[in-house]
């Protein structure tokens, strides 16, 4: 998660700040990342392996970081969208009639502004991401995944829960800990 995380923001800030104010763009943009999205799992996986595999990195963590950041484009795109959508028009003219050019604009206000709905995307990302790395001991990458499935593998119901709480634990932490910076964000903004 710690490598994904950063390579679906990249990706998906960059998106958004590209189409914010595009709605075709935007549409399509949102739709190739819901189309990943939908792909089951596994079966994302499953088509990793051999497209990565013919670059000699074929099982363990490049396919996982991959898929991981594949799944979780999705929720910092659409945030990124709808909070640079979401910033008061007055606010931007106001910047405008400053001065400000657009790219000033959209660094030192829109972006901002927008920082604790994009916030709430990673949180889902996280979210969801710490789940699909637990299924990602199925290609070899290692992680709690290895405690569940080995668990089930040998009927040892035990060891299945102990992995099971463990990647429930660490999904809170990690959205307790964004959501503390969401709201401190909210607050530094005068928003919350």
Known sequence: MLWALPLAAVVALGAGLAFADRPRGAAVALGVANVLTTVPSVALF????????????????????????????????????????????????????????????????????????ILAGVRTAVVMGIGITAIAAYVGAGGLGRWVFGGIRRSYPEMALAGALLISALAFAGDAVLAWAQRLAGRRLGLA
Request: proline share 11%; no cysteine.
């Open 46 to 117: 499953g088509l990793l392996i051999p497209l990565l595999g013919s670059l000699g990195l074929g099982v363990g963590r490049p396919p996982a970081i991959l898929a991981v950041a594949l799944y979780s484009v999705l929720p910092i795109l659409r945030n990124a969208i709808v909070g640079l959508r979401g910033v008061d028009p007055a606010v931007i003219e106001a910047a405008r009639a400053m001065g400000l050019p657009d790219a000033a604009i959209t660094w030192r206000v829109r972006l901002p502004l927008a920082l604790p709905v």
